[in-house]
């Protein structure tokens, strides 16, 4: 394999993992690949890194074919209303609103203590609210920001744990963890236990686990703590192909690069707390 | 039943893989059987009795412990409450008694031990196991943290230990069946003791059994705010 065979697969594994779709990423591969042999260039003083240069493209292709994929919201598939949590006399949610249909990604924002988490597992049905209601159409899936996890299991057995309350096989439980795992970059068939696994795989097992059972309604709480870059950038493609699979996604998130991309966000800031689309 | 099953497997799996706390759940019983073992032939099979008690309700609590972060996302996922509790206390059961067995073996085949009716051992140590299960659980879902809980189970171990086995109180401490039944074992006493630590005995593990089920039903139940449109 020449230099420029290596930099340009590097080039297409990159645009696909930043979602840029397979017919377009081949088309830029393609005219890269013309360039170097035209120019005779190395592919590093031609383009720079394969990794950067697949941002730029997909930061000017990949965001708009996003956008243009958005498939039509479908029916309303979480309806929070007039959420109020005090915590020892102090207002955490004070009326705090969020629709979510199918086909459609939330963001909840706002400061560290504003309350993020705790909408979530209001919303989850995990704690119970002072004031207000959560309509869920469906069934719902949660990722907890961090535990969730059983130290003394294996990944398999996380998934046959899970498959197991939709009365699913074994085998059927492992293979669509594994399955979901490999849209994380991650090869869940290791026999390590999970306390082994480093924090960030751990979230990948966790992120997997709210999903293998096929909710209607995911609730994301920060999964993403301790992903590598590569890794982040796989988990927001799998939220994208949750949406345009019909799901309801809301994702706890400070990482507001990624908000042009949500249909809705929730913040949460106490002076600034609003809803926006 | 599936679910039931699938629940009790991980869990069980969960605590086989915890090789130090494995041993030291047999070396515990073993301990006080040991220390007790030059005096009298009783006193050695009812500090067994209790230690055995002790080790399988620390177990149960500390397992229940573990499990707290995880059911609720298990509940999401299509389990009841009572899938996760009983499989839990089954796996707790088959963990009890598969501890309890090479220490019935030990009585069996200790010389010193050889004029006790190893049946009625045998039957203590089960009652042993299915009340201390549960009362480990109790336990857990009462003092959620493990600590406090621990501190717990040690009063009551030694309340168990020092109270006066014939007074009232001791009839209300969860572990008095085995004494009873050590009693009828060792001492070849009538059967009014076997009668009375039998009935003590499974009225224990069905009254803590219900309670932990109530407190688990609880505090994983349907909250009042969700409303749901269509089956989870």
């Known amino acids: 394999m020449t230099i420029n065979d290596g930099w340009l697969r590097d080039l297409g594994m990159e645009l696909r993992r930043r979602g840029v779709p397979g017919g377009t990423a081949d088309h830029v591969v393609a005219e890269a690949a013309t360039h170097l042999r035209d120019s005779g260039e190395p592919p590093m003083a031609a383009f720079g890194p394969a990794g950067a240069y697949a941002a730029v493209v997909s930061d000017s292709v990949g965001a708009a074919w996003r956008r243009a994929r958005r498939p039509a919201p479908g029916p309303m598939r979480l309806r929070a209303r007039g959420i109020v949590k005090r915590y020892r006399r102090r207002d955490v949610l004070s009326g705090v609103d969020l629709t979510v249909h199918a086909g459609e990604v939330a963001a909840v924002i706002g400061a560290n203590g504003c309350g993020k988490s705790t909408f979530l597992r209001i919303c989850a049905g995990l704690i119970s609210p002072d004031k207000g209601t959560v309509q869920v159409d469906g069934s719902i899936g949660y990722c907890p920001q961090d535990g969730g996890t059983i130290d003394f299991l294996r990944p398999e057995e996380h998934f046959v744990l899970v498959g197991g309350g939709r009365n699913w096989s074994r085998e059927r439980s492992r293979a669509k963890g594994r399955a979901a795992a490999a849209t994380l970059d991650w090869d869940a068939s290791t026999p390590m236990l999970s306390r082994h696994l480093s924090g960030g795989t751990r979230q990948k097992l966790n992120l997997v686990m709210a999903g293998l059972s096929e909710p209607d309604v995911l609730l994301l709480d920060e999964p993403y703590q301790g992903f590598d870059r590569g890794t982040y950038l796989d988990f927001w493609e799998q939220v994208w192909r949750w949406r345009d699979s019909g799901r309801a996604v809301v994702v706890v998130t400070h990482m507001l690069n990624q908000l042009d991309l949500v249909d809705t966000v929730l913040d949460l800031s106490g002076a600034n707390r609003e809803r926006w689309s | ?232």
């Open chain 2, 1 to 232: 039943m599936r679910k039931l099953g699938v629940v009790a497997d991980m869990t069980l799996r969960e605590m086989l893989r915890r090789r130090g706390v494995l041993i030291l759940l047999l070396a515990l019983p073993l301990a006080f059987y040991v220390v007790r073992r030059n005096g009298y032939t009783g006193e050695s099979i009812r500090a067994l009795f209790l230690g055995l008690s002790w080790a399988i309700s620390t177990a149960a609590l500390f397992s229940a412990s573990a499990g707290r972060a995880v059911e609720p996302r298990l509940r999401l996922s299509g389990y009841r409450s009572h899938h996760l509790y009983l499989g839990r206390l089954a796996a707790l059961l088959v963990l009890g008694t598969g501890i309890a067995v090479p220490l019935l073996a030990l009585v069996a085949l200790d010389p010193a031990q050889d004029k006790v009716r190893t049946g009625g051992v045998a039957l203590a140590m089960l009652l042993c196991v299915t009340v201390a299960a549960p009362f480990g659980l109790l336990v857990a879902a009462l003092v959620p943290r493990e600590l406090e809980g621990t501190l717990v189970l040690l009063v009551v171990v030694g309340m168990q230990m020092v109270v006066d086995p014939a007074g009232a109180g001791a009839k209300v401490m969860p572990f008095w069946s085995s004494r009873e039944i050590g009693t009828y074992a060792v001492d070849h006493t009538g059967s009014g003791y076997l009668d009375r630590g039998l009935v003590h005995g499974v009225a224990f593990t069905l009254a803590l059994a219900l309670l932990v089920a109530v407190l688990s039903s609880y505090r994983l139940r349907t909250r009042s705010h969700m409303r749901f449109a269509s089956g989870r």
